[in-house]
Structure formats: structure tokens, C-alpha cells
């Protein structure tokens, strides 16, 4: 690891001012899970990490009927997974995080970190870029180890996908997300935050390097039904193949109103607008059935991984079954 100054400020606003302008000139360190091995690796090389722990505003968890929950950004997985309210009212939120399948890292991973974490595709991880290029320039996932990659929104130059458990759960839920710079708050849908790079400069979110994500809100359950529903490889440590999250508004058996978002499947959380509207008054599992049929109908899988197109189906039936059954 290359040596790099360590600064702990204690407020928001002198964390913003530590902050550089410019991706890689400093790092923000939360629980460290993701940032010190990207490090270690020489990933990621910043002059300055910036621990935000100390910052005491942007721990806790708040919940009122009215306006909702808060989540600061130094929440752990833990908190989250084993919070009374969010697993009676957000169930969907406290599944993913449960999903996260190693105590220690729940222990220490945030919310924010797990949101801003950088993609698993190990060419990204081993020194290659977002786009990495063989020595002829031929595309190395297209032509290479593409089976944890993307189905969806793989159009290109970018094929990994979004790792974040949490993020398919937050859109589900109509979260938003609260960045602070030095310009003050700014807020975005949950939806908003997630981008797909076009060059190796840019990041997979749109906050800015000098902006610290803060705090999430996510607007009153008011009888939504949610859940979570992730397709692993194997129960020990490791990120979904495919996982899906929804959010029901149910009249009777029948489903009034639908968010559905897959996980692990693009490189950005894949929203199924179509399949929200296809879903929208059925009831039963023909309904469900069909709603997760047109979620996939524009997969276009890799040489590799065309197994994920039946596994993000069954993930979204499945979720959308469990939501339906209470969400519990
Ligand atoms: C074995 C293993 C299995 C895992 N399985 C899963 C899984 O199934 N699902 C899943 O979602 N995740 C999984 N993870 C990832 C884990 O959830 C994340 O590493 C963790 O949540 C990151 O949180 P952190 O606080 O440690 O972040 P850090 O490592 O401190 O930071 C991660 C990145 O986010 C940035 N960052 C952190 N906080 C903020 C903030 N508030 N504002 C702006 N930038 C910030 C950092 O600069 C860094 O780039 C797994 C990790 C491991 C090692």
C-alpha cells in the first residue's frame, strides 16, 4: 500500500474540505471493508484517506410514522439487519442486508460504503479498468470470463454489475439519497444515483469526489409490502448471481401498484417498469409469471452467463410471492 496522509475530522464540513476535486486524489474511509483492499491492491492510491467515523451526525437510525426513516451513512449492516422497525416495515431493506453474508463485515460495512462500493468484475479488480482490452484492443469480458457480468444494460463499453445488496431494496422503497458538498445538501432518488461509466475517469455514481453521501430517507411504509429475495452460488461469503427487490401496494389479493428491481444482473440497478405495469391489478402466480418473463425480455447475455436470465426471474417471482405473502 502506497503511504497516504489520515485525516479523522469530526464534523461534515471539515470532512468536505479534506476532500479533493478529483477521483483518486483522496478516498473517504467508512468501515474500510472495501476501501483497504482496493489499496492494498494499488487500486486505489489516494494522497489522503478521510475517515468519516467520527462524524457523529451521520450515524443512526431515526423512524417516525410520518416522515419515515433516516439512515445515517455510517450505519452498519448489522444495525440495519437487526433494527425492530425496519424489519417490520421495510422488510426488503432488512433482507438485503442480512444477505450480506458475513458477520464481520456486517459488523463493519455501512450503508454508505455498501452503496458506493466499487464492482467485483475481477478484471476491475485486477488492474484492467471498467473496460479492459487485450493486447490486439479486443474486449477482454466479451471475449473473456463473462459469467458473473452483466444481462442487462450491457450494451457497453461497461459489462460488471452493480454490487450493492441494499440499492435494489432502496429504489424498490422510493428512497432518497443525501449528499453533502460545499455547497450544502443535495438530494437524489435512489434511482438517480447509480450511472454507468463512459470513461475510466468517471465513477458508477453521481456523487461528486468532494461530496460526502450523508444520509438516506426513505418515505413511510404505509401498508407496502416489501421484500428481497437474492439467487447465491452458496451460502458462505459472496455477492449474489442475481437478486431481485419489490415493493407491493395490495388490495385484497390483488396487486395495486408494483416497484421491481433486480440486482447482480447491469451495471446500474435494473429497474422493470414494463413489468410493474404488467403486474399492476393481477393476482396469482400467472400474473407474477408473466411480470417476470417481460422483465427479462430484453437479455441479451454474454457468451457465458446466459444461466442469470432464469435466475433473475425466479429471484423476481420470488420476491414478488414473498412480498405478497406479508414480506416476512
Ligand atoms: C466477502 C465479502 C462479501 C460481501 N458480500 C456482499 C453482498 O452480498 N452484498 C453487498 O451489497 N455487499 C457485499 N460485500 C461488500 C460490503 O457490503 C461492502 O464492502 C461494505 O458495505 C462497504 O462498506 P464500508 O463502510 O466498509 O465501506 P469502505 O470500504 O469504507 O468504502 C467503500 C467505498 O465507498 C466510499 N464511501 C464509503 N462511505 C462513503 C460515504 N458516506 N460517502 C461517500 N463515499 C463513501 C469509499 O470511499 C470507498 O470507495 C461483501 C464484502 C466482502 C468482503
Given amino acids: 500500500m502506497k503511504a497516504f ?17 478529483q477521483w483518486g486524489e483522496t478516498e473517504i474511509l467508512a468501515g474500510g471493508t472495501d476501501l483497504l483492499s482496493l489499496m492494498k491492491e494499488y487500486l486505489s492510491s489516494p494522497k489522503r484517506v478521510v475517515n468519516i467515523k467520527e462524524i457523529k451526525e451521520l450515524q443512526g437510525i431515526r423512524y417516525s410514522p410520518g416522515a419515515g426513516l433516516r439512515l445515517g451513512a455510517l450505519v452498519t449492516l448489522e444495525e440495519l439487519m437487526d433494527h425492530a422497525t425496519v424489519k417490520k416495515e421495510y422488510p426488503a431493506l432488512a433482507q438485503a ?30 488492474g484492467f479498468g471498467y473496460f479492459p482490452k487485450g493486447e490486439s484492443g479486443d ?42 458538498g460545499a455547497q450544502g445538501w443535495r438530494e437524489v432518488e435512489a434511482e438517480q444515483f447509480f450511472v454507468t461509466p463512459k470513461s475510466e475517469g468517471e465513477r458508477e455514481y453521481v456523487l461528486k469526489p468532494n461530496e460526502i ?5 426513505v418515505p413511510p411504509a404505509k401498508g407496502i409490502k416489501s421484500a428481497t429475495y437474492e439467487v447465491r452460488q452458496k451460502e458462505a461469503l459472496d455477492w449474489p448471481l442475481a437478486a431481485a427487490a419489490v415493493a407491493l401496494k395490495v388490495n385484497g389479493t390483488s396487486i395495486k401498484e408494483a416497484r421491481l428491481v433486480l440486482g447482480h444482473v447491469a451495471p446500474v ?30 437479455a441479451k447475455p454474454l457468451s457465458k452467463n446466459g444461466y442469470k436470465v432464469q435466475l433473475a426471474r425466479v429471484a423476481l417471482k420470488r420476491a414478488i410471492l414473498q412480498a405478497a405473502q406479508g414480506g416476512a
Fill in 5 to 21: 496522509e489520515h485525516a479523522s475530522p469530526t464534523t461534515k464540513e471539515q470532512a468536505v474540505s479534506l476532500l479533493g476535486n
Fill in 97 to 126: 442486508a442480512e444477505g450480506v453474508r458475513s458477520q464481520q463485515i456486517r459488523n463493519s460495512g455501512t450503508v454508505g460504503g455498501d452503496l458506493c462500493q466499487r464492482p467485483r468484475c475481477w478484471y476491475f479488480r485486477n
Fill in 139 to 180: 474486449d477482454l469480458v466479451v471475449n473473456g470470463e463473462n459469467q458473473y457480468h452483466a444481462i442487462l444494460g450491457n450494451s457497453g463499453p461497461a459489462y460488471f454489475v452493480n454490487p450493492s445488496s441494499l440499492a435494489p431494496a432502496l429504489i424498490a422503497l422510493k428512497a432518497k439519497i443525501r449528499l453533502f
Fill in 213 to 217: 453521501l450523508g444520509e438516506i430517507l
Fill in 269 to 298: 440497478p435494473w429497474r422493470c417498469q414494463e413489468a410493474e405495469t404488467v403486474l399492476g391489478g393481477k393476482s396469482g402466480e400467472e400474473g407474477i409469471a408473466e411480470a417476470a418473463q417481460v422483465a427479462l425480455k430484453e
